[in-house]
DNA sequence: CGGCGCTTGTGAATGATTTCACAAACTAAC
DNA sequence: GTTAGTTTGTGAAATCATTCACAAGCGCCG
C-alpha cells in the first residue's frame, strides 16, 4: 500500500463520525457533499480520500452508510479491539481513564499505573490504579497493545524506552515534552499547552 | 504578513521549549542544527520557518537564546496574558483548570463554569466553579479572550455559538465534535479519541 | 589583518497535497 | 427504453511545504 498521509487519515476518521451520525438518523445513503460539508472540506477531497483505499460509492447516488462505515472501520484498524494503558494517574490520567469517548470505538482500558502510593489502589472508573513497579509485567500478561503516556514531562522519555523494550509499538503522548522512539514504534502526542500557543499565534496575527 | 502554515507555527512552539531548556543550561547560543535534533527535524526547516519573521541569526556562531526566545514569545503572541475561560467542569474541564503547563506560558485561567448544581462550587486549584447563566456576563467583565470547551459533544456547537456572540474571537475544542465558528474567530479542536485512531490505522497497516 | 571553519539565509528544486474538471456510470421518471 | 439529472472516480493542474545547495557573513586564531 502506498502511504497515506496523515491528513487524509484525520479525516477518515472524522468521516466515520458523521456516518453514524447519518446512521442514527436512519440515512441510508450520504455523497462526498454531504461529508464535505460536515467536515469543512470539499467533495473531491473526500472522494480523492477514499480513492486511495478503492471504490466504494454508486454514481449517481453517492455512498451506502452501512458499508462505508464498515470500510473505513477496517481501514483505520478499528474492527478490532485495542488494549490501552495509562500510565500517569493525575489530573489528565484520570481524565483519560474516564474518558468515555475511547470504549465506544473499541479502545479498552485494561490498567492504569502510577508511582505515587496515595494514589495507587484508587479507583478510576472500575480500574484500580496499580504500582508502576508492576507496569513491565502487565504490559505483556495484560496483552496491552498501546500506552497512554499522562507523567511529568521528565519521566515521559525514560517511561517510552521502557514500554518501546517490552514490545509496545503504539504510544500516545500527553506530556508536553518531545519525545523521540526507535523506528517500528508509532509515537504521537497530543500536546494542549502547544494548541493553545498556535491560538494565540491566530489571535496575535489578526490584532 | 504572508500567510504562515499551521505547521512552521507549530515547530516554532517546540524551539521556545528547547530554548529554555538552553536557557536553564546556562547556554547562550544554539544552531539550526542543535534545534533541528531537539525536535526531529532538518537544520533548514529550523531556518526556514525563522526567515518567514526575519534574520536573526549570526552566521558562523548560530543564534543568541535569548534574543531568539524573545522574537519568538512575540511571533506567538507569548508576551502578554491570555485570560481564558473554561466551560464544562467535567473530568477534562478539571483536569485543564489544573494543568500546570497552561499558567507558565501567559495562559491565566479566570473562570470556569458548568450547568450541574453538583459542580458549582467547588474549587478547581483556586477557581470557583459558576454556573453557567453567569457565562455571558462574565466574558465581558472579565475580558476574556479564550474560551476552552469541555462540554458534552452535543452542547458544543451551541456554545461556540454563544461566546462568539459574545465576541470572543478564539476558542479551543476539546469535545469529540465537529464545530463550526463565524469567519474572524479561529477555532482549534484537540480530539483524544482521533488521536487513537490515528494511531489504530498506523498500527493496523503494520500488521 | 588575513585565512579557515562554521553557520546563516535563501533562491531553486523537489515532493506532497489539494483542487479542478470531466468522462463514465448509475438512478429515477416517464 | 430513452432521457435528464446526479454523483463518482481520477488524471492533470495548481498550490503548498520541505529539502537542497551554496554564496555570504561572522568569529576565532595565529
Known amino acids: 500500500m502506498k502511504h497515506i498521509a496523515?491528513?487524509?487519515?484525520?479525516?477518515?476518521?472524522?468521516?466515520?463520525?458523521?456516518?453514524?451520525?447519518?446512521?442514527?438518523?436512519?440515512?441510508?445513503?450520504?455523497?462526498?457533499?454531504?461529508?464535505?460539508?460536515?467536515?469543512?472540506?470539499?467533495?473531491?477531497q473526500v472522494r480523492k480520500d477514499?480513492?486511495?483505499?478503492?471504490?466504494?460509492?454508486?454514481?449517481?447516488?453517492?455512498?451506502?452508510?452501512?458499508?462505508?462505515?464498515?470500510?473505513?472501520?477496517?481501514?483505520?484498524?478499528?474492527?478490532?479491539?485495542?488494549?490501552?494503558?495509562?500510565?500517569?494517574?493525575?489530573?489528565?490520567?484520570?481524565?483519560?481513564?474516564?474518558?468515555?469517548?475511547?470504549?465506544?470505538?473499541g479502545f479498552k482500558i485494561v490498567g492504569v499505573y502510577d508511582v505515587d502510593q496515595a494514589r495507587i489502589g484508587q479507583s478510576l472508573d472500575g480500574v484500580i490504579v496499580k504500582d508502576q513497579q508492576e507496569l513491565d509485567g502487565d504490559l505483556k500478561s495484560l496483552k496491552a497493545d498501546i500506552v497512554l503516556i499522562a507523567v511529568p514531562p521528565e519521566a515521559a522519555q525514560p517511561l517510552v524506552d521502557r514500554v518501546t523494550k517490552a514490545g509496545i509499538r503504539g504510544v500516545l503522548n500527553f506530556a508536553p515534552a518531545p519525545l523521540h522512539a526507535p523506528a517500528g514504534v508509532t509515537l504521537r502526542s497530543?500536546?494542549?499547552?502547544?494548541?493553545?500557543?498556535?491560538?494565540?499565534?491566530?489571535?496575535?496575527?489578526?490584532?
Open 190 to 207: 497530543v500536546d494542549m499547552a502547544l494548541e493553545l500557543e498556535i491560538l494565540s499565534y491566530a489571535l496575535a496575527a489578526k490584532a
Open 6 to 44: 496523515e491528513s487524509t487519515v484525520r479525516r477518515l476518521s472524522l468521516y466515520l463520525r458523521f456516518l453514524e451520525d447519518y446512521r442514527r438518523q436512519g440515512l441510508e445513503t450520504i455523497s462526498s457533499g454531504d461529508l464535505a460539508s460536515l467536515g469543512g472540506t470539499t467533495s473531491a
Open 50 to 105: 477514499l480513492s486511495f483505499f478503492g471504490s466504494f460509492g454508486t454514481r449517481g447516488l453517492g455512498y451506502s452508510v452501512s458499508a462505508l462505515s464498515k470500510r473505513i472501520r477496517e481501514i483505520l484498524g478499528l474492527e478490532r479491539e485495542w488494549r490501552v494503558i495509562i500510565v500517569g494517574a493525575g489530573k489528565i490520567g484520570a481524565a483519560l481513564a474516564q474518558y468515555e469517548g475511547f470504549g465506544y470505538r
